[in-house]
């Protein structure tokens, strides 16, 4: 059947037309989880549905600079393309953009039909899929933070922080959002239906957290994506920056991207509830801790994935970057949240908001269904404040370091896929390797007038 005369293509069709939206913007993430686009036509939607739209594969493998990184599949095959074709079940209109709608892309490999290793959405489907072989379907309501930035020529970036108003964590209200940021942002994300919750200023100037509610992983993974790049172009409609690198600024802590995680049965019953468990945790629960636990290095190179994330890491920073957990202790690698019964759940605090929503929740995923799987329990629960190393084994502290870690965690890898973790390695490497060659301004400034 051609996708004209499909019936699910017609029906969105109808609806589209209905609403006064005549262009749709197909959409999809890189490794990078930067959303990668094509607006199409509202006429040439159904020939798009059915033939999919053409992109270079290289677009996977392309640096933030512009640059195409050698990975296999990419230069060395001559370039060849992925098809992205719309799934028209995710279609939603953008508040800010009338006349536009948005719609989330599924990847395909022409030469197999087989999705793209690359493609982030598909890698979660396929962890997914094995964790429901195992009668677990994971829930997920992810937390973000960002910066907001003004133009500033003078400053050495060429940016400055929207407000400088210290001591306004947890705050709303002009007081430390003079330009109601917040507000005009929360209002259209609802509207283009991502599953905000709240906001409120976070603990450094200009810096914002924004909650989305929880849902099953996949969902979730969808949302945070949109989120992230809804965030971005609001800031860019009114000359302004929204960022989710890691730590932007030597003088403010990072950003984070924390995930709550807990798993479901078939019949929507929260697996990690007991309360004749260990801490009102079930057995599966606590191993899920003890997955996380055992795979966190090599989670790192998901959950923090530039060379900037591991400058977010330290000392008094309440950036994990010890291996454990605790009950309700904020300075854990790995939270367990308070509630117990359907509100059972843990928060990984690993990840920066620079990461992959599809690839952090995949790799936290898997992890989980490792633990579960091997059936072992987690170390005693952290008690008082952390970060102290005679208590607890360090992260990776460099992205090099995590790199090999998750080269080193086949099991972990084996989950993930060959396909997927030989592209993610060597796209990564050469981010390392470029930045190892890179002269810094802290060099200039700290050797050029004493050496």
Request: with cysteine; charged share 25%.
């Amino acid at each position: 059947m051609s996708a004209p005369d499909n019936p699910s293509v017609r029906r969105h069709l109808d609806r589209l037309t209905a609403e006064g939206i005549d262009v749709v913007r197909v959409t999809y993430p890189d490794l990078l989880g930067t959303d990668r686009a094509r607006d199409v036509l509202l006429d040439h939607l159904p020939a798009a549905c059915e033939h999919g739209l053409a992109f270079c594969r290289a677009v996977y493998h392309t640096t933030p600079r512009g640059d195409v990184v050698p990975v296999a599949g990419g230069l060395e095959a001559g370039l060849p393309d992925i098809t992205v074709r719309p799934d028209l079940d995710t279609l939603a209109a953008l508040p800010w953009e009338p006349g536009v709608a948005s719609c989330l892309g599924d990847v395909t490999d022409p030469a197999t039909g087989l999705p793209a290793p690359e493609s982030p959405r598909d890698l979660l489907r396929g962890v997914l899929a094995r964790c429901a072989e195992h009668g677990l379907r994971p829930v997920v309501g992810p937390e973000l933070e960002y910066f907001l930035c003004d133009p500033a020529p003078d400053a050495p970036q060429g940016w400055r922080r929207y407000s400088h108003h210290p001591g306004n964590v947890y705050t709303a209200g002009l007081r430390a959002d003079p330009d109601n940021h917040l507000l005009r942002v929360l209002r259209p994300l609802r509207d283009l239906g991502v599953g905000v919750s709240s906001g409120n200023h976070e603990f450094d100037s200009a810096q914002f957290e924004i909650n989305l509610t929880h849902s099953d992983a996949m969902d979730a993974a969808d949302r945070s994506f949109r989120f992230k790049a809804a965030v971005k172009e609001l800031a860019r409609k009114e000359g302004r920056l929204a960022t989710f690198m890691a730590k932007p600024f030597n003088d403010a802590g990072g950003s984070g991207f924390h995930l709550h995680l807990s798993c479901r049965d078939q019949d929507g019953r929260n697996l990690f509830d007991d309360p004749a468990g260990a801490h009102g945790l079930s057995a599966t629960a606590r191993h899920a801790i003890a997955g996380v636990l055992a795979h966190a290095p090599a989670l790192a190179a998901l959950a923090n994935p530039t060379v900037n994330s591991y400058k977010r890491f330290g000392p008094d920073t309440l950036a994990p970057w010890l291996v454990d957990w605790g009950l309700d202790n904020r300075s854990a690698m790995v939270r367990v949240p308070p509630e117990r019964g359907g509100g059972a759940r843990l928060e990984l605090r690993l990840g920066d908001a620079s990461a992959n929503p599809y690839l952090l929740i995949a790799g936290a995923c898997a992890a989980a269904l490792l633990g579960v799987l091997a059936g072992e329990e987690p170390p005693a629960a952290l008690e008082g404040y952390g970060y102290d190393t005679t208590r607890s084994a360090m992260l990776p502290m460099s992205l090099s370091a995590a790199l090999d870690a998750l080269e080193a965690d086949t099991a972990l890898t084996d989950i993930l896929g060959k396909g997927f973790t030989t592209s993610f390695l060597s796209y990564k490497r050469d981010e390392v390797e470029r930045f190892g060659r890179h002269v810094t301004d802290w060099e200039f400034t700290e050797y050029a007038h004493h050496l």
